[in-house]
């Protein structure tokens, strides 16, 4: 497949930072908008799937719990897809699970249906669609990349500002059944952005080029390298697994309040148009922190510490939700929403910007398949847990508590990682190119002298 091209040799090809590249942008933020944005706006048919189904709320929560695990957990499978078949066919593919599990959901008549359909069969969908654009993403853009990785996240608040208010619609109108039917019908968007995935290809050598060098490189030629579907020695570099270890902390409560936050306005007796209102507040301010956040990561300054600015962020998200915990009016929701959105958008736009800067491009589409894998079992725990927790206390302060603890934790780690093992390590790779530059300029400088002195 023309994707493969890509995959087998990124570094041979170099990114364009623009041209096709935007549309491939454009194409990533409708996908990252799917993938974070349903998981929560499912929510909005919580209220109806409890009496639907009569089940609790940790139940329900399960929901958007499979959905990320399957985003997450299907890492691997989805890296072993990409550098085989390649980003596009592998994302056409994904666009039509998306949608079936949707439109299967709809004839659901128990919450293990729901289980199967809403969150195995789409959850695996987003994430054959997710993943591969991210990847394409990578190999478009290099001297841009904060900025465009902070553009394609924004895609996700952007999504959840037409999803919520969206799916509550058709909730009134057509109820649950009706609106996850429709839903289905709108994920088969992915396949057109599937489609946007063009690989790059290598600059064609000139003819007589390769007829001059192809006698005395047949045997290269006849052996090439053969490609790992699964790179694991990313295991091997101390950055990759202090991001893993920080990451898997803190996914176990950063999706929690998103989840959890309309079921509280609704608690405290507000409209369920109100109550949804207050995610749209939410991914309205998350739409402009992303880019936001992508411009300052791009600072030439700041991106060499881009692990410290997603350190703050992470400390800003957990101590938002800390604070939140106390909040028992609507006004009070709506600031914890304007600050959960800012905190929350810089989290978004930074987190796979640090672990490209960590891996690099070649080993990428294999580490953040991994991570993601690694990151599944906090998300499958995470917002059942927190709807356990729930359940059994009745107070929506506990779950706010224990999601700001996790996200302030994983902070710590990655910082304090990066300061006593990432940094250390990295001084040398650059140590070594700069004096593989200095031996290159010392090496032409006589070859220029001797010229010129020929001439003469």
């Known amino acids: 497949m023309g994707g493969a091209v890509v995959d087998d040799g990124p570094s041979a090809v170099k990114a364009p930072d623009g041209g096709w590249g935007w549309a491939v942008l454009t194409g990533c933020f409708v996908i990252t908008g799917f993938s974070y944005a349903f998981p929560k706006a499912v929510s909005v048919f919580f209220k109806e799937l409890i009496r639907e189904f009569d089940v609790g709320y940790s139940e329900t929560a399960w929901i958007s719990s499979i959905l990320l695990a399957m985003l997450y957990g299907t890492g691997p499978l989805c890296s072993v897809l990409v550098n085989k078949f390649g980003c596009r066919p592998v994302m056409i593919i994904g666009g039509l699970f998306a949608s079936l599990g949707m439109i299967l959901a709809s004839f659901a008549t128990s919450i293990m249906h729901i289980y199967l359909t809403t969150g ?6 987003l994430a054959l669609n997710f993943q591969p654009s991210l990847i394409m993403l990578n190999r478009y853009f290099s001297e841009k990349r904060p900025l465009a990785n902070g553009l394609a996240a924004a895609g996700s608040p952007v999504a959840l500002c037409c999803l919520s208010p969206l799916g509550q619609v058709l909730q009134d109108r057509f109820g649950w059944r009706g609106g996850f039917l429709i839903l289905g019908g709108i994920l088969l968007n992915c396949c057109a952005c599937g489609a946007l995935m063009r690989p790059l290809l290598p600059p064609k050598k000139p003819a007589d080029t390769e007829e001059s060098f192809g006698k005395g490189d047949q045997g290269e ?4 390298a ?6 694991f020695s990313v295991f091997k570099d101390r950055g990759f697994l202090i991001y893993t270890f920080a990451a898997s902390v803190m996914v176990l409560g950063l999706f929690v309040p998103p989840v959890f936050v309309v079921n509280y306005a609704k608690h405290l007796q507000y409209g369920d148009t109100q109550s949804s209102l207050l995610l749209t507040i939410l991914g309205f301010v998350d739409m402009f922190a992303r880019p936001a956040s992508g411009v300052v990561a791009g600072l030439k300054w700041v991106r060499p510490r881009s692990v410290y600015l997603f350190s703050f962020a992470m400390i800003f998200n957990g101590c938002t939700d800390l604070i939140g915990s106390q909040v028992s009016t609507y006004n009070g929701l709506v600031v914890f929403c304007i600050f ?6 810089m989290v978004g736009a930074l987190q796979f910007e640090v672990l490209m800067a960590i891996v690099g491009t070649e080993k990428f589409s294999s580490a953040i398949g991994l991570v993601l894998l690694v990151e599944a079992m906090a998300v499958l725990v995470g917002p059942p847990g927190a709807g356990h927790l729930l359940d059994s206390t009745g107070k929506y302060m506990y779950v706010f508590l224990l999601a700001g ?11 304090v990682g990066n300061f006593l093992c990432i940094k250390k390590k990295e001084e040398q790779p650059e140590a070594k190119m700069e004096m593989a530059v200095m ?5 032409k400088q006589p070859l220029g002298e001797m010229s010129s002195r020929r001439l003469k």
Not at 226 to 231: A, I, P, R, T, V
Not at 439 to 443: G, I, L, N, P, R
């Open 120 to 125: 195995v069969v789409t959850g695996l969908g």
């Open 221 to 224: 030629k006849e052996a090439p």
């Open 226 to 231: 053969k490609k790992q579907l699964l790179d």
């Open 340 to 345: 959960f959105g800012i905190s929350y958008g």
């Open 405 to 415: 603890c996790e996200v302030t934790l994983s902070a710590v780690i990655i910082a």
């Open 439 to 443: 031996t290159a300029e010392q090496e």
